[in-house]
């Protein structure tokens, strides 16, 4: 079975507030092919800075009902360690959701590539602040050239 490009994301919630709402969206995209959640993990911290690591994987656990049936196909790649450093970085009064998904919608590339003898060489995320940073560099830039300033 070829696997696409996995990446992970964590979506913090100030206050403790996930209440599972963001499935819906999440949800679209797994139905639709585009990933496939292949871990999740909810990262608790109370205020005083004590940390629960839940893994996502029992449906019957109502706090994480409208994530679970997502989670067909589940792997659970996430080690300890992994979960450990991701939690240093998590504010105290804060609950986070941990999804490492792959790119199902690159498979079929990367079996393209490799049919060809090709290798992928290079890939990274750009986060959208950084383009939106760009952006706004390059209309400033437009407007410099479009006033005739150099």
Do not use: C
């Amino acid at each position: 079975m070829t696997l696409g490009p996995l990446e992970y994301t964590v979506i913090g919630f100030a206050g403790n507030n996930f209440d599972g709402s963001i499935a819906d969206e999440i949800g679209r995209v797994v139905e639709n092919g585009t990933i496939r959640i292949v871990d999740a993990v909810a990262i608790i911290k109370d205020a005083e800075g004590e940390l629960a690591i839940v893994e996502i994987d029992a449906k019957s656990d109502e706090r994480f009902a409208s994530i679970a049936p997502l989670l067909e196909g589940r792997m659970g790649l996430f080690t300890p360690e992994d979960l450990a450093t991701l939690a240093e970085g998590i504010p105290d009064d804060t609950s986070a959701l941990v999804l490492l998904f792959e790119h199902r919608w690159a498979v079929r590339v990367k079996e393209a590539i490799q049919a060809k003898g090709g290798v992928l060489i290079a890939r990274s995320v750009i986060p959208p602040e950084i383009l939106e940073e760009a952006s706004a560099e390059l209309e400033a830039y437009a407007a410099q050239q479009e006033a005739g300033v150099a």
